[in-house]
């Protein structure tokens, strides 16, 4: 075009919507490009597909100028130049470049998520109700209970369902469990025992060419039960989840 420039297309790759990790190691600074919020599922196992998390399968010494790090600086950083093996160990060891605001939304919507989970999963032993999720962030403030995001919303529900019992902040206990145990009738006597000691209730018990019990038991002692009945009939046995024992309405009594 007389007069004018000629025109050079870019090849530089725009990201948008783009959350960085950042780790340094052996002195220099690597990167990554992310999908905002994908980091945090791929950290707590939600995300387990590497390219939903990543927007370029690279590693970068700086993101937004565009410069990948040279095969010999990993070899000298990381002992290798596997990029995936990199790309892992940056996603789970680096810290992710958010500002303050996104930062403070990222743990309101976690500390909302994990109280969420303790009323799925608890209720009021007093009057067998469950509490509201306002109830339980106001406990949880109550415990100073600092939120991680790099764990799951239902890992930090237990330690929350923990503290909140040994400080005593409010009455709070599993909501129970109701399960049908089958065993064989050679088995059936001689497990009783056992399983009444992991059992909070025997609800009902038929005998057979089976020994079928009903029982409420306390969440945490599931693997438990399963175990032993696996264990003590070789296989032969079962443990079925019927359901959550039946819950009455919420509970808003102010605390």
């Keep these: 075009m007389a007069g004018g420039k000629i025109f050079q297309p870019s090849t530089k790759i725009r990201l948008t919507n783009v959350s960085i990790v950042r780790l340094r190691k052996g002195g220099k600074r ?7 919020n994908k980091v945090t599922e791929w950290r707590t196992g939600v995300e387990k597909d590497i390219d939903e998390v990543l927007q370029i399968h ?3 010494m700086n993101v937004s100028k565009g410069e990948v790090a040279k095969t010999d600086v990993l070899l000298k950083c990381f002992k290798t130049d596997d990029v995936d093996k990199v790309v892992d160990e ?18 309101d919507n976690m500390f909302r998520d994990i ?16 509490y509201t999720v306002t109830m339980i962030e ?9 939120v991680n995001t790099n764990r799951s919303a239902k890992q930090q529900a237990l330690d929350v369902i923990r503290q909140l ?70 296989g032969a046995g079962e443990v079925v989840i019927l359901n959550f024992m039946d819950l009455k309405e919420t509970d808003d009594t102010p605390m």
């Design 30 to 36: 690597f990167e990554v490009a992310c999908y905002k």
């Design 58 to 60: 690279q590693v970068y």
């Design 90 to 107: 940056i996603l789970t060891k680096g810290e992710q470049q958010v500002s303050d605001k996104e930062r403070q939304h990222q743990l």
């Design 115 to 130: 109280a969420t989970n303790v009323v799925e999963m608890c209720i009021n032993p007093n009057t067998q109700q469950q």
């Design 138 to 146: 106001k406990a949880m403030s109550g415990i100073h209970y600092s």
């Design 165 to 234: 019992q040994e400080q005593g902040t409010i009455p709070i206990a599993r909501a129970q469990m109701r399960v049908r145990v089958v065993v064989p009738a050679k088995d059936g006597k001689r497990m009783k025992k056992s399983i009444e000691e992991l059992v909070s209730a025997v609800e009902d018990e038929e005998h057979g060419e089976e020994y079928e019990y009903v029982c409420l038991i306390d969440p945490g002692k599931y693997g438990q039960v399963a175990e032993l009945v696996s264990r003590e009939t070789k």
